[in-house]
Each structure stands twice: as C-alpha cells, then as structure tokens.
C-alpha cells in the first residue's frame, strides 16, 4: 500500500544544532508540504513543493529549508535549532494539479515527528 | 489574526446523538473548505469537503454545512460514535495558490 513515512518520530535535540526531519512518501504525488502543529494554532504551513526542483515558502518558513530532488522525499531542515521550533511536524502530500490538493481537497498525511529544542 | 476560527476547544456528546462541530471564517475569498479528523500520535486524515457553490455535502454520517453569507460552517456527525472521539480541523482554501488555512482544532470527546 502506498503510504508516507517520517523519520525521527522523535528527536530532542540543543539550540543552534542542525535537525533534519526526512518525509517519503510512496504515492507518486507531486505536492508535499510540511506543517507544524502548536496548541491554540491548528497546522501552519512551512513550505511545500509542487514537483521536482519546486519549493515554496508557506506562513512561517523563516529558520526552515527544503529540497526536492526526486519525487518522493521532502527533508526539513533546521539550519540552527531554536526553542521556539519545538513543536509536533506534519509532512503530508497530495495528488492534484495546479497546486489544489485533488479534486477532493484530500491531503494525505504522515503520522508527525515530535522536536523538543533543549 | 485567525482567519479560520474554531472557537469550541472540546465538545462532549453522548453516544448516539448528534455530534455539531463549528467553524467560521473571516476571508470571503475561500471557495474550498474541508474537516480533517486527527487521533492522537497519528496524522490528521481527511474527512470531508464542500465547495463554495454548494451549501451541504453529506458522506454517510457525516454532513457539513456551508452558510457564506454567515461565513460559517458546520459538520454533523450522526449518530455519534465513541471511534468519533477525535480532534477535527477545519481548513479552508482560496485557490490562488496552495494554502489551507486551518483552525485551532476542536476535541470532540463521545461518552457512552
């Protein structure tokens, strides 16, 4: 079956170190995101991508970064880790075009990566 | 400031009856907004859509409400079900480029 997968589901790890969070996902879509989830905010988007090559900024992209070099990975990087990056990260993907997640809206998510920044 | 607004943080229905779960939103642009239900350690899962040009869309127990001239909408959830108890998002999207904007999340706890 065709799924995505995060890795560390955990992590804790010191201010100003890098952190890296893999997304892989086996559905062959082309759109990916990542979100981070706080209380009292719902899911925020942080950046995604449309396709190979692709990456875009989304509401709070600053002291994240990704690549896209094949289809089915989006890594999240964080350049130098902060307390205030402590939070549950999202990765999800969709199939449709132009951007629009389908024709249904149907995002399909991983089942998140926990960082705690000491 | 929170375009789409949740502002119900836990709700507690009995088993078997109806489940209302509420969402407004400031932006008049959305024409696309969906609920995503979420279980604890697992990712939010897709529940169901409605289009601006409609104003009701119904999956089996589950019905979603679109009034725009309130810019509110709701989701129905009958008969409750104690696999209901979850935190459902309600997230919009305009269409001009890819981003749902999503709500704080409403817990939803079903008693038998």
């Known amino acids: 079956d065709a799924e995505i997968t995060q890795s560390p589901r955990h992590k804790i790890t010191e201010t100003g170190r890098q952190v890296t969070l893999a997304c892989h996902q086996t559905w062959n879509h082309n759109n990916m995101f990542w979100y981070r989830q706080d209380l009292g905010h719902g899911l925020r988007l942080i950046h995604y991508?449309?396709?190979?090559?692709?990456?875009n900024k989304g509401e709070v992209s600053d002291g994240y970064s990704v690549s896209r070099s094949n289809t089915e990975d989006l890594p999240l990087t964080l350049e130098s880790a902060a307390s205030s990056q402590t939070s549950v990260y999202f990765c999800a993907s969709s199939g449709g075009t132009s951007g629009r997640a389908g024709n249904t809206g149907e995002l399909f998510f991983g089942e998140g990566s926990r960082l705690t920044v000491l | 400031d929170q375009q789409v607004k949740q502002n119900s943080p836990s709700l507690s229905v009995q088993e078997g009856r109806i489940s209302i779960l509420n969402c407004d939103y400031t932006?008049?642009?959305?024409?696309?907004f969906l609920w995503y239900k979420k279980y604890p350690a697992e990712g939010p899962t897709f529940l169901i859509s409605?289009?601006?040009i409609k104003d009701k869309n119904e999956d089996g127990r589950f019905t979603v409400f679109l009034n725009k001239s309130a810019k509110h909408l709701s989701l129905h959830i009958v008969p409750s079900q104690p696999g209901d108890s979850a935190v459902y998002f309600c997230?919009?999207?305009?269409?001009?480029?890819?981003?749902?904007?999503w709500g704080a999340g409403t817990k939803l706890i079903i008693k038998p």
């Open positions: 991508s449309y396709g190979v090559h692709d990456t």
């Open positions: 409605i289009s601006s």
């Open positions: 932006n008049s642009m959305f024409d696309y």
């Open positions: 997230a919009a999207s305009d269409g001009s480029n890819y981003q749902l904007i």
